[in-house]
């Protein structure tokens, strides 16, 4: 993609902007903030960055049971015997593992869907790591699938299309609350949270 | 100098992340029609524009002119279409409309008309039960959308020599775009069967508005026979197949 700097920039500075460029989320501004700082600084943090993105390309593979990003096959959490084996958590993306972990509230196994179906954008549930999810409920002992896809329009088809697949397994579906974010003002809700919060409601 | 900030109504008919936090939206409005706008910071969960900018909701937008796009500052939704959006049937045949009108239209091209069909279509997928209405729905969509976009097909004259076209008529061309007498089948090559009660359809569909539509009782074989016409009168005019497709497919099995 050119952007416009290789005019005025040396070769392997301008290669270096376009190859940020091509990352989420940054712009040609920013791409070439940063080629500029890695230009100016030692050469040790440019061999650190490297080896850093090389050595994460080369070891980290994705966990056969549970598609979790992982060094080891199987991951860490796959491995631990101390988790219930009868919660199975679907997510979108391996990040939503990390979010999941944070709350401490959670002890069962995951599944990474690696995305969620939009058919927009021609994804389909043949793209998605769901024939994998359902060989894994024909063996192991799962008594909960608990579904936690981004409460937006594609997570609520993804979820409607699993528990469309799942239910007829005789496997409990659960799908995660939906309400209102801590710190939020009531009055900014939308009516579909709003409604639905209002319908799992809780005694206190 | 123009107003900073304006107000639209507008359905939203697509969106793609970008940036840390931020989602471009493809929306349809009736004065100024397709248009692509900015949603900052709408994917944090603390955005209190989020819920008010879901994908297939009709809002009133307020919008702030931008340099490149302009940027959403406020959103009042008028319908969430919620059962819509909890049934994976109507969503996919929801996917299917927005994507169809997003390919069939250019960007900054008024239709108001077009705006109001979508509209009423979404309304229409929100509020009927069954899959066999919501085909109709759907056929009526698909023939309204040729035909405010230009590409209105002939059902009741000849595509060929445009003499009125009687109940003889049983070819369907989609290169000619429509129907073709018995004059002329001969002239035109690639043409589809059409039996009489689907020509019938078409031609009550095309002619009717969206009541009338729904007061119909259609057998899915016919929704069907007239949804294969649709799809490749589209598909002449698109030069490509919808990635929708494939998943309402999918889903009717």
Redesign the interface.
């Known amino acids: 993609m050119a952007i416009g700097y290789e005019h005025v920039t040396a070769e392997p500075v301008a290669r270096l902007i376009d190859e940020f460029n091509r990352l ?2 940054i712009g040609p501004k920013s791409a070439s903030r940063l080629a500029f700082y890695l230009l100016r600084a030692k050469p040790e943090q440019a061999q650190r960055l490297a080896a850093a993105i090389i050595e994460m390309k080369e070891k980290t593979v994705l966990c056969s049971r549970c598609f979790n990003i992982t060094v080891e096959d199987p991951c860490v959490i796959c491995r631990n015997p101390g988790r219930q084996v009868q919660q199975l958590c679907v997510v979108e993306e391996p990040l939503d593992v990390v979010a999941l972990e944070r709350t401490g509230e959670y002890k069962g196994l995951y599944h990474v869907l690696h995305g969620a ?1 939009s ?4 994804i ?2 043949e793209d998605l790591k769901i024939r994998e999810l359902m060989d894994r409920l024909k063996v192991e002992p799962v008594e909960e699938v608990i579904i936690s896809t981004n409460p ?2 594609e997570g ?2 993804t979820a ?2 699993l528990a ?1 697949e799942i239910i007829p397994l005789g496997v409990r579906v659960t799908r995660l609350a939906r309400g209102l ?1 801590m ?3 009531l009055e ?6 709003l ?1 639905r919060a209002l319908q799992g409601r809780r005694d206190m | 100098m123009r107003d900073r900030l304006y107000s639209t109504p507008a359905l939203i008919i ?1 969106r793609s992340d ?3 936090a931020d989602r471009l939206l493809t929306i349809y409005t009736p004065q100024l029609g397709k248009l692509t706008v900015a949603a900052r910071g709408v994917r944090k ?2 955005s ?1 524009l ?3 900018l ?3 909701v009709h809002t009133q937008l307020q919008l702030a002119r931008g340099r490149s796009l302009d940027v959403v500052t406020e959103s009042r ?1 008028s319908d ?1 279409f ?1 059962t819509l ?4 049937d109507r ?2 045949v929801a ?2 409309v ?2 169809l009108l ?1 390919k069939m239209t250019p960007e900054q091209s008024d239709n108001s008309a077009l705006f109001r069909l979508t509209r009423d279509v979404l309304a229409a997928i929100d509020r009927e039960s069954t899959t066999a209405r919501r085909d109709v729905v759907l056929r009526f969509f698909e023939l309204h959308l040729l035909s405010l976009s230009g590409y209105r097909p002939h059902f009741f004259h000849c595509a060929v020599c445009e003499r009125e076209l009687d109940q003889s008529a049983d070819r369907f061309s989609p290169a000619a775009g429509g129907v073709v007498c018995a004059n002329c089948v001969a002239r035109v090559t690639g043409t589809l069967p059409l039996s009489l009660s689907a020509f019938k359809l078409l031609r009550y569909l095309l002619r009717g508005g969206i009541d009338d539509a729904l007061a119909l009782n259609v057998s899915p074989e016919l929704a069907q026979e007239a949804g294969f016409i649709l799809r490749v009168a589209l598909k002449q005019v698109l030069e490509r197949e919808l ?2 497709v ?3 497919n ?1 889903l009717r099995g």
């Open positions: 989420p989320g179906i058919p927009v954008e021609g389909n549930p937006n329009l609520d088809a409607a299309y469309r974010p710190g939020s003002d900014y809700a939308d009516e579909v949270t409604g | 697509r970008v940036g840390e969960t603390s209190k989020a819920g008010h879901e994908l297939f939704v969430h919620a959006r909890s049934d994976l969503i996919s996917y299917y927005a994507e997003d990635k929708s494939e998943f309402l999918l």
